[in-house]
């Protein structure tokens, strides 16, 4: 199973450490039945205490998280209707760390980053709203290029060909458009797009991506009279239910994988059983321990399974709540193929699939 960490990436004042902090508040109130906890009381108070700061909006500018300094780890139980259902870990870098300029493949910061990236379930990727504005697209693609994809490419590059030696496939990644209501007058979707493919080539040349593009926002007027307007956030909620879907998606192919194991098991005890049955007649007094045994251990398997059984059935339910949100994402591209409303529908339908497996 993958390492259960989502990590986020991104230039230096991108925006993600803001979007760590809203993301914990919006989830911390449950969306669609879904929790987010800090399993750590002490980041709990941290994380609540820097989003007081942030809805503080007398402080204007100071409102803001400084600059992250250091590799920044969050541990989370996700939860459903307030059951743990999933731990993971959030994992928040100083944009600093992904220059080009100062990349060393033999730092430790290198590999620190490189390592969470390949152990992820899922990546993001903040694109700065801040690089969309103005009329020119090619101004845009350009900015993107120089102050983003540039960074965050080579890791990329790096990734693929360390999972394709495993013969795996990159991780779902979601493209973040962050401060999108700096451009959002500027930049509409179709442009975005057109940003997005030009800045990340590499990701859409491939057959074996899910790239998904989402624009995030604190609040449509936030730098009102010098950031002291309002927090009123969109769709901060989308990237972190996507995350958690492929997530469960990936327990459930486990649990599918487990419990069919264990029926395997089960029909080769009772092969040995009857086996020993047939000798028993022959000396009961033999054999019988062995018996006992093999129907002990049938009684727990069984046990086992009928556990793995309300577990997954948990995991289906919660599964198929969360359809009805992620409908909201209509940016994707499938195997490196963008995705009109249909493919996309189509896509979760075939992705949940696991979710209608009789458990
Ligand atoms: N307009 C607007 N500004 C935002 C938004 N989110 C963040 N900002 C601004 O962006 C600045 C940087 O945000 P951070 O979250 O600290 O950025 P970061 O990516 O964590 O930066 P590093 O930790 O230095 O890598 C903040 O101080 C805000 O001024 C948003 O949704 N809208
Ligand atoms: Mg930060």
Not at 73 to 85: E, G, H, P, V
Not at 206 to 229: C, H, M, R, W
Not at 338 to 351: C, H, P, T, V
Request: proline fraction near 3%; aromatic fraction near 10%.
């Amino acid at each position: 199973m993958a390492g259960r960490k989502f990590t986020i990436l991104g230039e230096n004042g991108s925006g993600k450490t803001c979007y760590l902090l809203e993301m914990y508040y919006e989830m911390g109130m449950s969306v669609a039945g879904y929790t987010v906890v800090a399993t750590d009381p002490d980041a709990d108070k941290n994380l609540t205490l820097r989003y007081d700061r942030l809805k503080d909006k007398s402080r204007g500018k100071g409102r803001f998280p400084a600059g992250t300094e250091q590799v920044e780890k969050y541990d989370f139980n996700l939860q459903y209707n307030y059951k743990t259902i999933h731990p993971f870990q959030w994992v928040d870098y100083p944009g600093g760390f992904l220059d080009t300029r100062s990349r060393d493949i033999s730092s430790e910061q290198y590999q620190e980053v490189a390592k969470s990236i390949l152990e992820s379930e899922m990546l993001f990727i903040c694109i700065d709203g801040a690089n969309l504005t103005g009329s020119s697209t090619q101004k845009k693609i350009r900015n993107v290029k120089t102050r983003c994809a540039k960074h965050i490419n080579p890791y990329l590059t790096e990734l693929r060909n360390k999972l394709k030696a495993e013969d795996k496939g990159l991780p779902p990644i979601g493209m973040l458009v962050t401060k999108y209501d700096i451009c959002a007058d500027d930049t509409d979707a179709d442009e975005v797009r057109e940003i997005v493919e030009e800045a990340f080539e590499g990701l859409f040349g491939g057959n074996d991506t899910f790239v998904a593009i989402i624009p995030v926002s604190l609040g449509d007027t936030l730098k009102d009279d010098e950031y002291q307007g309002d927090l009123d956030p969109l769709n901060v909620h989308l990237p972190i239910l996507m995350g958690i879907n492929f997530a469960l998606i990936e327990q459930l192919e486990h649990g599918k994988r487990l419990i069919e194991e264990q029926h395997r098991d089960i029909e080769e005890a009772q092969r040995m059983k009857r086996e020993e049955e047939d000798r028993f007649f022959l000396s009961r007094w033999l054999f019988g321990d062995n018996i006992d045994e093999l129907n002990n251990y049938i009684y727990e398997e069984r046990k086992q399974i009928e556990n793995n059984r309300q577990v997954a059935n948990y995991f289906k339910k919660s599964l198929k709540r969360m359809n009805r949100e992620l409908a909201a994402i209509d940016m994707i591209y499938v195997k490196g193929a963008w995705q009109d409303k249909r493919g996309i529908s189509q896509m979760w339908a075939e992705l949940q699939s696991i979710a209608d497996y009789n458990f």
